[in-house]
């Protein structure tokens, strides 16, 4: 991705290592569970806390010595991205005479505190729709790279746009409805749910990058030759399916809350064929699937298209018959 010296947002907050104190206890099996949860969608980050103990507690801040160059490097980046997402984002709500709030992009060291609770660095990205802020320590990119296999710098800006996704549900009034839904069902329903808000952060994450590939910088595309199959790579990697079956040798369904490996990068796909909203109710969606979905309509449109092959074939037959008898 083109990106040096290009425009950074200005809705950029960098914070130093939290030293309130982090609730703590659960064991390692609490902490499988909250690396499956680590993409954590809505903003709903209470869950994870409550897993991982409760007990919040008030956080200050110490500011660290952290400009390295790795670290300049990765934050002049992310900012690039996060004023991308604001045209884009402010662009389709106007298009639809709708305003927008721009997000703001808080980078964080091992923990922090936000309206929702306070985290670690291992609960990942997230966003909180408390305070409309994407939290990230960018020392997630390493963490994508060298545990999952997700280089370049297109991945990590997938998993940005992905939480501004969540942004955009909660400016739309998607996260509030689904919110309302979780004392009324159980938890394995809820779950179901949680999975068609993320593949939904996922195919706006797609939108994003289909408008980000027709833009240029100093005359060249912004997006370069392999950039969307780090996306995909990152998607993969972050699927439910496959975090479990690391974590723990198998899977469990009910389980999930972001989706499979397979459906996060349908989801994405799908988003950057079409670029807009339309074509991404996940919730109102069959089949989360999209891949064997598409396989079927392709089975179904080649039958058709061979039935009526075969029709017209037997029609100009019995048509010759007749001229000649």
Not at 1 to 19: L, P
Not at 116 to 126: D, I, K, L, R, T
Not at 144 to 160: E, Q, S, W
Request: a negative charge; aromatic letters at 12%.
């Amino acid at each position: 991705m083109r990106w040096r010296g290009d425009r950074q947002s200005s809705n950029v907050e960098e914070r130093g290592r939290s030293v309130g104190k982090i609730a703590s206890g659960g064991g390692i099996g609490i902490f499988l569970i909250a690396i499956i949860v680590f993409f954590i969608s809505g903003g709903d980050l209470s869950t994870v806390t409550d897993t991982l103990g409760g007990g919040i507690t008030p956080a200050t801040y110490e500011t660290e010595n952290v400009a390295s160059k790795e670290y300049t490097e990765e934050k002049e980046f992310a900012s690039v991205v996060f004023a991308h997402l604001e045209d884009y984002w402010n662009e389709e709500f106007e298009k639809r005479g709708q305003s927008y709030q721009n997000p703001t992009l808080v980078l964080f060291t091992d923990s922090v505190d936000s309206a929702c609770g306070q985290a670690s660095s291992q609960v990942g990205p997230f966003y909180c729709p408390a305070d409309q802020n994407v939290y990230l320590d960018l020392s997630f990119a390493s963490e994508l790279a060298n545990n999952y296999g997700a280089t370049g710098d297109y991945a990590m800006a997938y998993v940005i746009a992905h939480e501004v996704g969540h942004h955009v549900q909660n400016q739309l009034g998607i996260t509030d409805q689904l919110n309302k839904l979780r004392n009324q069902v159980s938890e394995t329903e809820y779950n179901r749910y949680s999975v068609r808000l993320e593949l939904q952060a996922d195919y706006l994450a797609g939108c994003f990058s289909k408008y980000l590939a027709e833009q240029t910088y100093q005359g060249q595309p912004i997006l370069e030759a392999g950039d969307i199959d780090e996306a995909i790579t990152a998607a993969n990697a972050i699927g439910d399916d496959t975090l479990q079956k690391e974590a723990q040798g198998y899977a469990v369904p009910d389980s999930f809350t972001h989706g499979t490996s397979q459906q996060r990068i349908s989801w994405f796909k799908r988003g950057y064929k079409y670029g807009d909203l339309e074509h991404g109710d996940t919730f109102n969606e069959k089949n989360l699937d999209l891949a064997t979905a598409d396989h079927e309509n392709t089975r179904q449109l080649a039958g058709i298209f061979l039935h009526a092959f075969f029709q017209r074939a037997v029609s100009i037959i019995i048509n010759f018959t007749s001229l000649n008898s």
